[in-house]
């Protein structure tokens, strides 16, 4: 009958469903233990903690900065008023095409006592993402040139290693947390990681600029 046929492609569907998900758990079972095997979770905790150090280092300098030597509403806002906002910009440009030596979260505070703050805060993330593109333009063509690649794999053999292992998460974790992202890019474009999957997982850069830009613009 009718209803029985119905049933059976019901059942079927059901079948073919849960084999789909018991797959796609062992997939990410396996997953986990390969990255739990190799060493991310490790590495990334441990790079986090690296991170928050220098972070609140510079946090507390901010504060005594704040307290006992000017203003830093005052000092922000005398940057706006006497720094062209090109030139601060090209810094930061300049910043994030390198090493990102300097924290981005200095911009972002600059960016907030200007009057498009959302603009500037969309431009600093532009030009971040723009500048990890180039780091890793120039991974590629060190990659190119034997004497400098034999220099660099050796001082970033550990960065080079690791991007090797986790790819595209290793991108992911230097676009979102505080550090390095021209670091990643570099090492990315130094093993040829495809260009298109760095693109997109480069994009997360956004999303960490609107997440500190609405934290500092509510202190700030």
């Not at 290693?161 to 947390?177: D, F, P, S």
Request: one cysteine or more.
């Amino acid at each position: 009958m009718w209803y029985v046929h119905i049933a059976a492609i019901f059942v079927k569907n059901a079948a073919m469903n849960t084999k789909s998900n018991t797959t796609r758990k062992s997939r990410l079972r396996l997953l986990h233990q390969y990255y739990s095997y190799t060493g991310f979770y490790s590495f990334v905790g441990k790079s986090i903690y690296k991170a928050i150090i220098p972070i609140v280092i510079f946090i507390i300098a901010l504060v005594c900065v704040h307290f006992f030597v000017i203003d830093i509403n005052d000092a922000l806002a005398y940057a706006t008023e006497h720094f062209p906002p090109l030139g601060v910009l090209g810094m930061f440009f300049a910043s994030e095409s390198i090493l990102g030596l300097i924290p981005p979260e200095i911009f972002i505070a600059w960016s907030s006592k200007l009057a498009h703050p959302y603009l500037y805060l969309a431009a600093l993330a532009t030009l971040s993402y723009t500048g990890g593109i180039i780091s890793y333009a120039m991974g590629r063509s060190i990659a190119n040139i034997p004497s400098v690649f034999n220099y660099l794999e050796g001082s970033m053999s550990k960065h080079i290693k690791n991007m090797r292992k986790w790819g595209g998460l290793l991108i992911i974790v230097g676009a979102t947390l505080p550090l390095p992202f021209a670091l990643s890019s570099m090492a990315a474009g130094i093993i040829k990681f495809p260009f298109k999957s760095y693109l997109a997982f480069g994009l997360l850069r956004f999303v960490r600029f609107l997440v500190y830009g609405v934290a500092i613009f509510g202190v700030m």
